[in-house]
């Protein structure tokens, strides 16, 4: 069986295509019609000073009509291949690579990568691909999709009425949108003023010319006349796409499927676009009248618009990237299949989405793309401003703090002559309901804000009146005077409201790319100044906003407004064969409660010290990732429930309910401590968590033995996981790095060493200290192996340590950097840590559970630090430890 080729999946093909097109731009240009770059100057901001278009989305325009114009819309695998081998269109051009930042070189792709990995590239971009051309923009949310969707179906009708005969131009087109959101939001390519972006003396035939059909509702019909050209159809794909017929039909479905007699004669046509068998079987698509209606339309072009509304998997089939193709892809296939029977064709569909990844790969089918980063650098939206509340705060308290926040930042300061707007979102209708709202109302109330400026849309009819809607489809407008927007589940896309000044999330929602989809929502620019957009997170929304950013977009939150000084890149890592197994034995303890004959004494530290923990702030920082511009103690601003002595007893004895404990064993139990019942009373009612998090587990320990019970467990676990027995293929990852703290295999300096270490081919440390330890143990003549075990931390490896959190109290997983083995037989495992992190409490936790570890498996543990490194790789150091096996 022959090895499958490892494909680079940082090679991003629009970067290449990009370059190419700017180092020939001028030469390129003379292959564009007159009209095309007629409208392409009209649309260049740097010819054009009253330019509609801004620079992301001329480029992508420029992109678009390069691909028409140069690339004879050919599919994006085509192009690749002539592009690498210089030949075909690319003929007689300068074709240059680029390296694995992106950055052009003057090698080209073959010189720069080699054959295997071109074949191996050119076969993942064309398994996907379809009758029609498949291509993607990828443009972040705020740029303007929508009037660069227009502009491009405007391009197209232009040159289509120009050259009849040419049919690589669209004459009609069909615009998909996710869902109803987005579907209104489309409504702006009919309402658009087609000037701004149209020579004048071309706009008044595209007035005249242009038929648009909104598919809004169930009952709307596609008036557009059968083989009839500019012709716009605006649709969710519910609407027309392809449904299943029912497993049994009815007598009408039968007589209807007879493919002989007076009916076959009426519905003949309907055989004529699905071919010779008609639908039968359950598993055969049924056509509604919609599709059959756009199947008589020549020449079409498919615009998908907001195609990033689904993520992961999903994105993938709409996209046409999957093995399994969702509806949406499969109702495109088969409109090209009908199209092809009437000789004519979709000529291509064109993706609109927010990113170029789907499930942290490049997708082969981008042909242009814009990033969150350069939007926010660039000032095409708000600069985000993250105010993160820790600590315990109640859900009352969270909106009271979000809304004071947002009055005292933003208030009634009108831009664009519309006032700004706070969302708010609860997880369900009823957490709306009786928590967000009526929390909301008190705020409000007591702030001296009318409550009339509060507008609820939920999807509830009883909640969500018609002129609820109305008002919601209006908050971009100067008449509007609502400014508190109560939503559960909307607004994840198409909810383009520029008003929107910030975003506020408490509870988690269902979806984790929620977060993501609302918390941008504010970003959208206003006015003539970059604005700044307040996105208020709890700490678990905010931690899942950072992580959606990484996983959706291959961006951390430094993408938002990254560290001037971060200079790593993306290493693309590949496990080296043979697998790495480890025998070892786990311990495992059980546990058993006893209740004691005389209860110790209670001892509970009330100093401001141990009270420090139950404080709550509030941090205000520009960027997630840069420590706080500003910290500020807001504890006495929250709301607490009063105890008294009484009440106090009674919730404590709530806890040991059934455990033969009494209210009046705790109220004695708690009168011996310092200062007695009545100085817990007004700590607990300073700080309500004391009862749960101190007074609770002190008196179990008072009342309660804990027995303990042991046993150990020998285990074989993999030093990388994901090893197929079955394929040839290997685990592979994707890390971020600094080039210089980066250790290849391939590197020359390893010549000679590399048997000695290397189970990935390459190693991201984390510190010089790191690369410094492994580059000497590994020369040292006596290692006898040496892996990187720190750099796998989600899962990817099957050797942990387990330890207590001494915080949070929970079972967490931990990875010592090194696993080191001796000629003489010696095991180790090395922890290298900077001198003043040694006696962190969480560093010392992972400390005592890898010796414990180490105690079973009769090897040895080390936390070093680069000041210790002489002592311990010299000759002592080593000899200290006892040998042991380790490795079979």
Known sequence: MAKKKTINQDFAFFISLHNFFQINKAKIRTRFRKLSKHLLDFNDPDLNTNAYLRRPQFEALEMYVFLKEFGENRHVHELFKEWAKNEGVFEGYQTTGADKTGQGTLLGFLDLEGDDQYEAIFAKMSERSRSYPNYIFALTMGLGKTILMATCIFYEFLLANKFGKDTKYCRNALVFAPDKTVLQSLREIQTFDLAQVVPPEYANFLRTNLKFHFLDDTASTIGAQDGSSFNIIISNTQKIILKRKQAQPSATDKLFAEKTGTLSEVYGELYELIGADAPETDADLAVNARFQRIARLPQLGIYVDEAHHSMGASLEKDLGQAKQSSALRTTIDELAKALETRKTSVVGCYNFTGT?????????????????????????????????????IKSEDFVREVITSFWNDVGEKRHEGMLPKLALFAATIDDLQNDLRPAIEKVLGELGIPTSRILVNVGDEKLTTNEDIREFNRLDTPESEKQFILLVGKGGEGWNCRSLFGVALYRKP???????????????????????????????????????????????????????????????????????????????????TVKKDTPEPVAVDLSDHAMEQFRVTLERRTHLRERPTSVEDITDRQSHKTYSRLTLVGELARYFSGDGISPFDIEEALEEIDGGLDALVDAVNKYNDVIYDILVPRLFHAFFEVEKFQRSVDEEVELIRGYNASSNKLPTFTMKAQEHLVARRDYPEFDGLRAKSFHLDAYCFDSNPEVDFFKRVLKDGKTEKIYFTGMLVHGQSGFQVYYIHPESHTVCSYHPDFLVYRDDGKAHLIEIKANWKKEDPVVLAKKEAAERLAEGNVFEYALVTAEQFDGFLGEKGWEQYEPGVLFD
């Open 356 to 392: 170029p990844y789907v499930k942290d790969r490049i997708m082969p089918e981008v042909v242009y793309a814009y990033g969150l980063k350069a939007a926010i650098d660039n000032k095409y939206l708000k600069q985000p401003e993250f105010l993160t509340y820790t600590g315990n």
């Open 510 to 592: 269902k979806s984790r790319i929620f977060v993501l989809q609302s918390t941008m929502r504010c970003l959208r620019s206003i006015g003539p100044d970059q604005e700044t957009g307040f996105i208020y997170l709890s700490r678990e929304n905010q931690d899942i906003l950072d992580d959606e950013l990484q996983q959706n977009f291959r961006v951390t939150t430094d993408e938002i407004g990254p560290k001037k000084t971060d200079t790593s890149s993306t290493v693309e890592i590949t496990a080296v064969p043979p697998p790495v197994i480890i025998k070892m034995k786990r311990h495992q303890e059980l546990y058993r």
